[in-house]
């Protein structure tokens, strides 16, 4: 009984390209499985990605069949005992289309649902129909926007997109700071904290960057992220604390 309740299953699920199989890496790299992600279809990485080992997904770049990793997680860190530890199932699924059906049976096995949304092109079609699977399953699910390193939305409008495709209320627990090549980081809403990266600029997601802490308000932040990201964020914290949605675990 132990081992079944400390067990968590998600499956990762999206429109096809939206950046599933990389997310699934990172969880891996964060969780200790892996040393170095494998980009799926970088040249200069001479790796595929964990999760797609047939020879038809390294060969096209894309998830045709659904994959299983797990890794130990505990919000105690290292310190951890393992009766406080949690068994991590993580379920990569195919996106495309054409090997939904497989998707679609996988959504059956899971206690919840990470849905991967591009930052730049928004809710997708096959994002709308794997909600639709979710709903009728009462799945609980969780949204991740993904490619904030690229040109991307505004997110508020994003969060507008989500809420009238998906039919579902939003609360953000992290908010971009900036995007594209200005991409500094995230703020932590539930910690109240700036999570800043730092990187050499060549290691492109495969390693693991230093994360630097800060509070709102810091005058180190304008250092660290620039002053104009610094205002605009306190901006849109004000802004989402007064008048978007409340969390509610429940």
């Known amino acids: ?47 595929s990605a964990t999760s797609d080992w047939m020879d038809i997904e390294k060969q096209r770049g894309i998830s045709v069949s659904t994959s299983v990793m797990e890794f130990d997680y505990s919000p105690k860190g290292a310190e951890a005992k393992e009766d406080e530890t949690y068994k991590v199932n993580i379920l990569d699924t195919p996106g495309h289309q054409d090997f939904a059906e497989d998707t679609y049976r996988t959504l059956t096995a899971v206690d919840s649902s990470i849905i991967v949304v591009d930052s730049a092109k928004g809710v997708e079609a096959q994002t709308r129909k794997l909600m639709e699977v ?14 904030m390193d690229r040109e991307a939305r505004d997110p508020f409008e994003l969060m507008e997109n989500i809420e009238e495709i998906l039919g ?83």
Not at 177 to 194: L, P, Q, T
């Open 1 to 47: 009984m132990n081992e079944i309740e400390r067990r968590r299953t998600f499956a990762i699920i999206s429109h096809p390209d939206a950046g599933k199989t990389t997310l699934t890496e990172k969880f891996l790299l964060f969780g200790g499985q892996i040393q170095v992600a494998g980009a799926v279809k970088s040249n200069k990485i001479r790796k």
């Open 134 to 147: 979710c709903r009728m399953r009462n799945t609980p699910v969780i949204i991740f926007v993904n490619k």
């Open 168 to 250: 579902i209320k939003t609360y953000p627990m992290n908010w971009p700071i900036s995007c594209g090549k200005d991409f500094k980081g995230v703020y932590d809403r539930s910690a109240k904290r700036v999570l800043a990266f730092s990187s050499d600029g060549r290691a492109n997601g495969v390693k693991m960057v230093d994360e630097i802490e800060a509070e709102l308000g810091d005058a180190a932040l304008d250092t660290l992220i620039g002053t104009a990201n610094h205002e605009k964020l306190a901006e849109d914290i004000e802004l989402l604390d007064g008048a978007a949605e409340e969390f509610d675990l429940e």
